[in-house]
């Protein structure tokens, strides 16, 4: 049994690099081994992006999974995961398996980023028949979250709802993680839903905001409906946010993030450009 990662605390805020796993970075073995040479560097995570295509100029798109089953295999303290996953086009009872073994595999270190993904950068949910609609796809995700939740914890799974059936079902082993994998939700700050989705979890990351105060008045949300969910606030909660290398990173952490996630243009990310960066080591 592996307890949860703490929060960084007055080691400050972790560094992660955020892979766009695309044309250089498209091989599981060439992100593995960039993986151990981040934790050999200090580096606290790795995490990769879940698409099944994307716009052009991109061409070569690797499978995350696969990619992060490599990245646990090369490593011993490196947390990773994908970051983030539109887990409503997988069924959660084969996703429920996936992530047990890939937490086992790894020791306890994946995390789970979720969102409901969108449609417009690539057109990969219409382009393959997947559901297209916002609001039908955070119910779903909605859904699978109580069924993942339900399975991690090695009990009998029966649920009956209006889009995913699992009957009588133990999902063993577990995940070493206790309770469970820790969940990550994306979403915009401001939007209702996905904030509310991500206080019942154990994080949040925030998409497309512009200030360190924006980040705050998101935290201070979160904070508040953690409250009126009766979650105690003095347990472990993540903040990721995304920014490029080079950025003061002290007000992000001042106004509430754990985790720094290290951007860059996926239409334009190249290998040399990642070493550099982890070369350059985290904050």
């Given amino acids: 049994m592996v307890h949860r990662p703490q929060d960084p605390g007055s080691a400050g805020i972790r560094s992660a690099l955020w892979l766009p ?14 993986a151990a040479d981040a934790e050999e560097a200090g580096w606290h995570g790795l995490f990769v992006w879940d698409h099944l295509l994307w716009r052009k100029p991109v061409e070569a798109v690797a499978d995350p999974w696969i990619t992060l089953a490599a990245v646990a295999s ?8 994908p970051m983030i996953s539109p887990i409503v086009r997988r069924r959660p009872a084969k996703l429920a398996r996936e992530t047990a ?15 409901i993904g969108s449609d417009r950068f690539a ?7 997947e559901q297209s609609d916002d609001r039908v796809r955070g119910r779903m995700l909605d859904e699978s979250l109580q069924v993942l939740s339900a399975a991690w914890s090695g009990e009998v799974v029966n ?17 070493l993680q206790r309770p469970g994998i820790p969940v990550w939700v994306a979403g915009f700050p401001g939007n209702a839903a996905p904030m509310r989705r991500a206080a019942r979890h154990d994080g949040f990351f925030p998409v497309n905001f512009e200030h360190p ?12 409906l953690r409250s009126a ?10 903040v990721a946010v995304g920014l490029p290398a080079g950025v003061d990173l ?20 190249s290998l040399d450009e990642v070493r550099g960066v982890l070369r350059d080591g985290p904050a």
């Fill in 74 to 81: 090369a490593t011993e303290r490196l947390r990773f995961g």
């Fill in 123 to 129: 057109g990969e949910f219409s382009k393959t028949g």
């Fill in 21 to 34: 796993i695309f044309d250089d970075l498209a091989d599981p073995l060439v992100v593995a081994r960039l």
């Fill in 250 to 269: 002290d007000p992000f952490a001042a106004a509430g993030a754990t985790w720094w996630m290290t951007e860059f243009d996926p239409a334009a990310v």
């Fill in 229 to 238: 969910a009766g979650r105690d606030l003095s347990n472990p909660y993540d």
């Fill in 159 to 175: 649920h009956h709802g209006p889009h995913y059936t699992v009957e009588g079902m133990r999902f063993l082993p577990r995940p």
């Fill in 213 to 224: 105060d924006e980040l705050a008045e998101a935290v201070s949300v979160i904070d508040t």
């Fill in 101 to 115: 073994t890939l937490d086992c595999l790894g020791a306890g270190r994946l995390t789970l980023g979720v969102g």
